[in-house]
């Protein structure tokens, strides 16, 4: 099993849909994740960092960790053509700071 | 919050050069970065972790010879592609954990990377 695992997609949704994206991970990472957007051509930006079970939200978006079942999601809320762009998960794996990334999913909001 | 400068942008080189690449944390200390790359339509890969004052840590399979990084100082890294060939044609992207304003948690933050061409 790899690290950190995502659907590559794409995930098409409309505009105004809640976009669900979600991520499975390992043991061999730690407790801590993050979700990045990442649009063409540029570098990823954070967009949130979870590292307790529940869920955190953030204006329109939820992360939510389930440590048990081992997967990270993150919901967008009202999703715009604008949030079209891959979704990286991200995971810090333990005892380092290294920061695993999953493949992406690649999401596209349809006006 | 934590901002990292990367230069160049671009660069277009002929195959045997070398390019130097600057990554540089703009309003904190980063005594770790970190050098990813990545290829279209793929995810990033960690290539090594620059420490401030030592010698690089890479990743299984990145050629340190090839990829020579260097971390002089807290606030810069340097990657350097030696004796570039087209395969080493990507975008390599340059991160530092800093302190994220919202949250007050250090994250990773990236720079904004380096297209790299070689003809």
């Known amino acids: 099993q790899k690290e950190v695992e995502q659907n590559s997609g794409p995930l098409s949704v409309p505009e105004g849909a809640i976009a669900s994206l979600n991520c499975t991970y390992s043991d061999r990472v730690s407790q801590s994740f993050f979700w990045y957007r990442q649009y063409s051509g540029k570098s990823p930006e954070l967009i949130m960092s979870i590292y307790s079970n529940g869920d955190k939200e953030d204006g329109r978006f939820t992360a939510q960790l389930n440590k048990a079942s081992q997967y990270v999601s993150l919901l967008i809320r009202d999703s715009q053509p604008s949030d079209s762009a891959t979704y990286l998960c991200a995971a810090t794996t333990t005892g380092t700071y290294k920061y695993i990334f999953g493949t992406g999913t690649r999401l596209k909001v349809l006006a | 919050g934590a901002v990292v400068s990367q230069h160049p942008s671009r660069v277009i080189c002929k195959s045997g050069t070398s390019v130097k690449i600057e990554c540089r944390s703009l309003d904190f200390q980063a005594t770790t970065m970190f050098w990813y790359r990545q290829f279209p339509k793929q995810s990033l890969m960690l290539m090594a972790t620059s420490n401030e004052g030592s010698k690089a840590t890479y990743e299984q399979g990145v050629e340190k010879d090839k990829f020579l990084i260097n971390h002089a100082s807290l606030t810069l890294s340097t990657l350097t592609v030696t004796s570039a060939h087209p395969e080493d044609s990507s975008f390599y992207i340059c991160?530092?954990?800093?302190?994220?304003?919202?949250?007050?948690?250090?994250?990773?933050?990236f720079g904004a990377g380096s297209r790299l061409t070689v003809l």
């Open positions: 991160s530092a954990r800093g302190q994220d304003r919202a949250s007050g948690a250090n994250v990773l933050t």
